[in-house]
């Protein structure tokens, strides 16, 4: 197998482009919903949120599943109308109520009235996050500063270990996966109501990570095979390197995605969306270190007049291996 | 040959010491994994207090963790973080409603003196507020916020009035050495106090100040009057000595038993507003990390059958080389006492993800080298030597984001950052050691001396070639 990285890359730069503008637009139509890009979890907006189980429910005891207007009319006599409510757990014998921020003492209340008429919750199963709306900004804006920071750190790496153009074509692969994510759970988040907390700013993180570790393999290689042919193209230095690093490219992306692919589907629920995240981004990863970077990275010195390493002003830094 | 010996036995004795920490040392979960309550508190400037010092946060932390330790939560954590927060952590705490009921109370307890002059307006003042008191618990559970807060805005000056008939004195609950909850009359609760010398001295100066006159003492908490007993005249002389006052103001069992808590560990110098709680139960937190790990396990184990169909015996050395990459980082954790929570394990396997890709670089470019004509012992070896810049460089960009994450990320980033930082840095070393070593030892084998277990498929004339070290 061979792709043909330089020739077909309107094609590839079409795919994402696209990909990149559905996600935009879907990210506008949720800053008009719900005035932000993605759908916010509690980490993000602050409030409250109980997720309780009946006790019956282990000995298979219960009268039968919980009625949602039960639940409904009981938040409402506590003033807690806008709140979601939702019947959950297999026999649908657990609850997921989100409210605004309850106070210790409002909170007990609204457990109390609950299991007055429910019944009693089981203490082990219970689960109550409640988060102030400034932490939520603190999440967001130290997330914010830690993924400036990474990409201005690998930045200066790739500068230093090969050149600048390298560098910049590489950050602008992590944005690209960056917003192709972001762009897959603005969706997620209008269909189905997918909720971003602060599990998927690691996620981008890891993400960034994890995909200028595949962009580096591929330029090593271009920077191996400039070094080796001297007098080839770009174009055609940047097709070889991305071919012969393709088998690795293909099998490490593979590997990654198996235990990730394996939480996703039966791991518990906290994971769950995390690692969708992280195999989104990780396939947006591949696909832009071998098609996007790539191919950018010849485009650009083709365009400024530097095709052949010898008109280049400055040698290429010498490969430091051992 | 010696080198490669010595190297097996370096890895081999790690591998002997990472399985004497793991069973001897626990792994250390955090709350999300074993159940509990982590509560974020943050310190509010008062006028009195216009900036949060880091002594002032600090002395909040002390109050905080006496408060703690008096709860009798075994293992809890306290920790300072950012400017003006705390961590809380609650191992095994699924009911917090009474850790932030103890936790959230300023308990700034005074004694304070009734003004002269005041005596025919504190009843009234006094039974304005209990109006408005069971008006108030009327209110509460109707959905008429408004009258709520305006009850509540009513309370608040009313408050403020009765604070206004009293002058302020030295005595405060610094000046206590004990508290504790006693029974009192019919089903009411007391809390009994006990001063230390100088209280005791300051008390017999206040209630002689106040007794036969007419005029009471008042006992505040938090600037609201608790009680406002009257000293009998018999005292206007010496005071009441001894040192000892109790406090009524209808508490019931547990009231009177958290405000004894609040007294006997102090007074918070500033207020703290409870910002985050997360509270998960026991059962809930095992059944989710079951689930991730059996999730994370059985996807290795695919990644571990595929290395071996696809690299072949150098697929099973890398798994042999995984195993004890995951075995060196998990002591690592347990030694550096890395708290495991969900993201962490997240990273764990991702890091095992990195530590694949260390393996399958080398060995593509092996199988180059063998396409190329090598002899398969140079293959292997202008594999290592070859995939080295690539795998550094990968794992260097790896670790530069774990940093900015580690150092400007929040708790769950933190974690998730060092097991990520952790494994990247040992799967450097077993990818680059460990497998290269085996690799080696297995090549010196004759009969393993075969490239078909390297690369399938190899040209006819290239599959004859034998190694040459």
């Given at each position: ?23 935009f ?168 109501n997918?909720?971003v ?7 981008l ?69 995390f ?5 989104v ?11 996007v ?14 095709a ?15 | ?35 509990g ?26 109050v905080?963790e006496r408060?703690?330790n ?42 304070r ?27 509460e ?205 997240a ?21 180059e ?19 080295f ?49 085996l690799l ?25 070639a034998?190694?040459?070290?």
């Amino acid at each position: 197998m061979k792709i043909q990285v330089i020739k077909q890359r309107t094609l590839w730069w079409t795919v994402s482009t696209a990909i990149i503008v559905v996600g935009f637009l879907s990210m506008l139509i949720s800053w008009q919903q719900f005035g932000s890009p993605l759908r916010p979890s509690l980490d993000f907006v602050g409030g409250t949120r109980l997720q309780l189980e009946l006790a019956c429910a282990a000995t298979d005891t219960c009268e039968g599943p919980i009625d949602p207007s039960t639940v409904r009319q009981i938040l409402a006599e506590q003033g807690l109308e806008g709140s979601s409510i939702q019947v959950v757990g297999d026999q649908q014998q657990a609850l997921s109520v989100r409210t605004s921020t309850l106070a210790t003492d409002e909170r007990e209340a609204l457990i109390q009235s609950l299991s007055d008429e429910l019944g009693a919750f089981d203490p082990n199963l219970i689960q109550i996050d409640t988060v102030g709306p400034t932490l939520g900004r603190q999440i967001f804006t130290s997330g914010l500063l830690a993924l400036g920071a990474s990409f201005l750190g690998i930045m200066v790496y790739i500068s230093l270990r090969f050149q600048t153009d390298f560098a910049a074509f590489a950050i602008l692969a992590l944005v690209h996966d960056v917003l192709v994510t972001m762009g897959v759970f603005s969706l997620l988040g209008l269909l189905f109501n997918v909720e971003v907390d602060s599990l998927f700013i690691v996620a981008l993180l890891t993400i960034v990570g994890f995909s200028v570790n595949d962009t580096v393999v591929i330029y090593d290689r271009v920077r191996e095979t400039i070094q080796a042919n001297p007098t080839h193209h770009i174009n055609d230095i940047v097709d070889e390197a991305v071919n012969q690093t393709l088998t690795r490219s293909i099998n490490t992306t593979a590997t990654t995605l198996l235990p990730l692919i394996g939480i996703f589907l039966f791991g518990g629920d906290t994971l769950k969306f995390f690692a969708l995240a992280l195999i989104v981004g990780f396939m947006a990863g591949v696909y832009s270190s071998v098609f996007v970077a790539s191919s950018l990275l010849a485009f650009w010195r083709e365009r400024t007049g530097f095709a052949y390493v010898s008109t280049l002003p400055e040698a290429e830094p010498a490969d430091s291996s051992p | 040959m010696a080198r490669q010996r010595s190297i097996l036995m370096l890895v081999l004795v790690l591998a002997i010491s990472a399985i004497v920490a793991l069973v001897n040392l626990p792994v250390r979960l955090g709350l999300d994994l074993q159940g509990g309550t982590q509560l974020t508190l943050q310190a509010q400037t008062t006028a009195a207090v216009p900036e949060i010092t880091p002594e002032k946060l600090e002395a909040v932390r002390s109050v905080v963790e006496r408060r703690i330790n008096a709860l009798g939560v075994s293992e809890s954590v306290v920790q300072t973080i950012g400017r003006d927060q705390l961590l809380v952590q609650l191992p095994g705490v699924s009911d917090p409603a009474q850790a932030e009921r103890v936790l959230g109370g300023t308990a700034q307890l005074d004694f304070r003196a009734q003004r002269a002059g005041t005596e025919a307006q504190l009843p009234i003042e006094f039974r304005v507020r209990q109006e408005l008191l069971i008006e108030q618990i009327q209110l509460e559970g109707s959905a008429d916020v408004e009258a709520i807060a305006q009850k509540q805005a009513a309370l608040e000056r009313s408050n403020e009035a009765i604070a206004g008939l009293f002058d302020k004195t030295e005595l405060t609950g610094e000046k206590l050495s004990n508290a504790y909850a006693a029974p009192g009359t019919g089903s009411a609760w007391e809390v009994g106090l006990e001063f230390n010398t100088q209280g005791g001295v300051e008390f017999a100066q206040l209630t002689a100040s106040v007794a036969g006159t007419g005029r009471s003492l008042g006992i505040f908490l938090d600037d609201e009057l608790l009680s406002a007993p009257s000293v009998d005249v018999r005292y206007a002389e010496t005071g009441i000595t001894g040192g000892r006052a109790s406090i009524s103001g209808g508490f019931g069992a547990e009231g009177a038993n958290d405000l004894a808590l609040q007294l006997r560990s102090g007074a918070l110098p500033v207020p703290v507003v409870i910002l985050e709680n997360r509270t998960v139960g026991a059962t809930l937190g095992r059944d989710s990390i079951q689930r991730s790990i059996y999730a994370g396990l059985s996807g290795l184990s695919l990644v571990l059958v595929f290395m071996v169909l696809y690299y072949r015996l150098p697929g099973l050395i890398a798994d042999f080389s995984l195993l004890i990459y995951a075995l060196l980082t998990f002591a690592i954790f347990t030694l550096l006492e890395v708290t495991l929570t969900l993201p962490g394990i997240a990273g764990f396997i991702l890091s095992i993800g990195m530590a694949v890709d260390a393996n399958v670089l080398i060995f593509e470019r092996t199988r180059e080298e063998l396409r190329a004509g090598k002899t398969l012992y140079r293959s292997v070896e202008s594999g290592f030597y070859r995939a080295f810049s690539s795998i550094l460089d990968g794992n260097v960009t790896t670790l530069i984001a774990c940093i900015a994450l580690y150092f400007l990320g929040t708790g769950l980033v933190k974690g998730f950052a060092l097991t990520l930082a952790i494994g990247v840095a040992v799967s450097m070393f077993t990818a680059l050691t460990c497998s290269r070593t085996l690799l080696l030892t297995v090549l010196s084998v004759p009969s393993l001396r075969k490239s078909e277990y390297f690369c399938p498929n190899l040209p006819p004339s290239n599959s004859q070639a034998k190694a040459t070290s």
